[in-house]
């Protein structure tokens, strides 16, 4: 290959990881910014006959209904991932979520048009736990695949990093519109602003399109498709789904691929958003300081998230992966005591510990996921792995740790961490190595 080829390859992958960067970033900033909104508006302008304990209990029942949908996403546009391409399908996910967020900024409330108003919202929000279900599989894909095989990890945590920056857009959002506005402004139309500005994200998927081409492992394998077609007279357009070939010829590693990614979903979203209600409960921290605090964190995991992905690409994703989870267990432990101090710094320490070692894992998850599955059923294998993984992990994280919380005691919300950390080793312990892999 020569020096010109070199740069340019070179020029073009970073140009797709930018994209894929930003695409995440916005797609995980809608993703998030409901979960705000379920908190501080929802319950009010959409179930305001409820008492405000029903009310609040509704509003995340909604916020749920995200997670529910994510499988389904996933095996949806898995489907079409491995059929159409990555690049069309991520462009469909992106569309998606920028209409439906957009919508849930223009959409009247119960006082406009009653019932209708909450069953709208509902809709929408499983409207966009299927675009988040269908973006991460193309946006990782497209980095991954098109990434030279040596920096695979590095490159694939543009990607990643799309959850860090997003949880960072959605807090600024809300922070800096309800610092401009009055009160009755804000939880009138000015907590719809962030949900509109999700338009560009339509603008984002029309670049994605016009800009970059698909994967060089998606074209080659379309190409062997033809031939193979041509030769055997037979249409590779009704073999069999690409979801189905998945599960048949790798229900372990989808299964395993699940279980990698506990430690990752339960850790991450009980610091980022059970812990901002125990911190101004238990230990008396302001809400702007448990904000800044996750604010902070977030942005100290983005560059780990790399430093870490580099470190895959030279020694392995397996040996980090596991020694992340192993670390995010015995740092459970930490956590809280940290907080309890009620000190601002020491509960930014406490956040970002646990996001640090969270980022030994998630960083090298792209490139990790890509290797395990097939060219040919690569987007569905490692979409749905991930989406269970994220159901199972996620959806009830914040619900069990509240519980553990009141009904017993902190203590066991570490052990919870710790307990799916456990599960996170011992599944990845049963995967094979994959950083070496040759995806063509």
């Known amino acids: 290959m020569t020096n010109n080829q070199t740069q340019n390859q070179e020029s073009n992958i970073r140009k797709v990881a930018l994209t894929a960067l930003a695409g995440t970033s ?30 609040l209990l509704l509003s995340f029942g909604s916020f749920a209904v995200g997670f529910i949908a994510r499988p389904v996403g996933g095996i949806i546009f898995g489907h079409f991932g491995d ?78 990093a799309g959850a860090p920056v997003g949880v960072i857009l959605a807090n600024l959002a809300f922070i800096t519109i309800s610092a401009m506005v009055s009160d009755e402004f804000f939880n009138t139309w000015g907590w719809r602003i962030p949900f509109i500005a999700s338009a560009v994200l339509i603008g984002i998927s029309m670049y994605i399109q016009l800009n970059l081409e698909d994967t060089k492992a998606f074209r080659e394998l379309e190409a062997s498709k033809k031939e193979n077609e041509h030769s055997s007279g037979v249409d590779s357009k009704i073999s069999k789904s690409p979801i189905l070939l998945a599960i048949q010829k790798y229900p372990k590693r989808i299964l395993l691929a699940a279980g990698a990614f506990l430690s990752v ?143 017993y005691s902190v203590i066991w919300v570490s052990v919870y961490i710790a307990i799916a950390s456990a599960l996170t080793i011992l599944s990845v312990m049963m995967l094979s190595e994959t950083y070496k892999s040759n995806l063509n």
């Open 83 to 160: 059929r159409i391409g990555r690049k069309r399908t991520l462009v469909l996910a992106l569309v998606l979520m920028g209409t439906a967020s957009t919508l849930i900024g223009l959409l009247p409330t119960y006082a406009m048009i009653g019932v209708a108003a909450p069953i709208l919202l509902t809709i929408l929000r499983f409207a966009q736990g299927l675009a988040i279900g269908g973006q991460w599989g193309g946006a990782m894909l497209l980095v991954t695949e098109s990434a030279p095989d040596d920096k695979r990890g590095f490159y694939g945590a543009f990607a990643q």
């Open 265 to 407: 979903q339960v850790t991450f979203y009980i610091l980022i958003a059970f812990l901002l209600a125990y911190g101004v409960q238990s230990a008396g921290m302001s809400r702007d300081d448990m904000l800044t605090a996750v604010l902070i964190s977030s942005a100290i995991m983005v560059p780990v998230q790399f430093v870490f992905s580099s470190y895959s690409d030279r020694h392995g994703r397996r040996g980090i992966f596991m020694f992340g989870a192993l670390l995010t267990a015995l740092w459970a432990f930490a956590i809280f005591p940290l907080v309890d101090t009620g000190s601002f710094w020491l509960t930014v320490l406490a956040i970002t510990g646990g996001l640090t070692f969270l980022a030994m894992m998630y960083g090298p998850q792209a490139a990790f996921f890509t290797e395990l599955f097939s060219t040919e059923v690569r987007y569905s294998g490692a979409s749905l792995g991930y989406q269970l993984g994220a159901i199972v992990g996620g959806a009830l994280a914040p619900t069990i740790a509240v519980t553990l919380w009141t009904e």
């Open 26 to 55: 916005i797609e995980w900033y809608d993703f998030f910014l409901y979960g705000a909104a379920a908190a501080l508006i929802f319950p009010k302008a959409f179930f305001p006959e409820a008492t405000p304990t029903t009310a």
